[in-house]
C-alpha cells in the first residue's frame, strides 16, 4: 500500500513527487511492483525511486535490495529487444534466460518482442533473491534521507549521537535517540574514538542513565553519519 511511510522531511523527495504518489494511491491499485514502477517511472527518477525504497516506502511489495537490482537489471541489462548472441556467450545462464523469452532468433541475434519482454520482466523479479540490507545500511540510508531511524532496531542495538569525548581514558559519551540516555563508552584503542556529533550504532549495550561504568562493554560500533 502505498503512503505507508511519512514523506515529510524526506531528502530528495519534492511536493511534486508527494502529489504525484498521492495521486497514484487514490486512483489505482497495483497488484505487483512491476505495475507501480512502469506508473512512477512517468514522472520519478531513479533518485526518488531509490530513496523511497531506501526509507522502506514500498514494504509491501518486496525487499529494498530486490526492488533496487530489479530496477537495475531490467533498465540496464534486460531492457533490449535485440541482443547479440555472441555478448550473452560469455554467461550461459543469461544466454539461455533471454533465450525462454524469444519470438524469433538467428545465427547472431536474439529478438525479443514486447509480450516477451513483459514476461522476462516479471520472471526477473520471481527469481530476484529477497535480500534486505543489513541493519547498519538501513540505518545509514534512513538517517542520511530522514534524519532519523525508520527501522525497529533488534534488541541490544542502540543508534545515538557522541557527546563530549576524552582521548586520555579513552572514553566518550553517548547519547541515545530512543530515549535520551546517556552512558560513558569505554574503548580498549583511542584509535577506535568516534568523532564528537557522531551518529553511531552500538551493539550488545545495556543502557544506564548518567551512570559511568568502567565494565561497561559493547561488541561492535559503527559510524553511520560524521
Known sequence: MLFSTSLKGIKYINDEVKEYLWFLSQEYKFDNYIELYDYLKFKLNKRHIETLIKINYFKDFGTQLKLINWALYSNEVFDKKQYRIAQLSSSPNMLAFVSQFSNRQTEKTIYVDEDGAKQLREKLFEIMPNQEFSIIEKVKHEVELAGEVLTQL?????????????????????????????????????????????????????????????????????????
Open 154 to 226: 533488534p534488541e541490544g542495538v542502540t543508534v545515538g549521537q557522541v557527546g563530549a569525548i576524552s582521548y586520555k581514558k579513552p572514553v566518550f559519551l553517548f547519547k541515545s535517540w530512543k530515549n535520551s540516555k546517556e552512558v560513558w563508552i569505554n574503548l580498549d584503542n583511542k584509535k577506535d574514538m568516534p568523532k564528537r556529533d557522531n551518529i553511531v550504532l552500538l551493539y550488545n549495550l545495556e543502557l544506564r542513565k548518567g551512570k559511568y561504568n568502567k565494565n561497561d562493554i559493547f561488541a561492535q560500533i559503527e559510524v553511520i553519519k560524521e
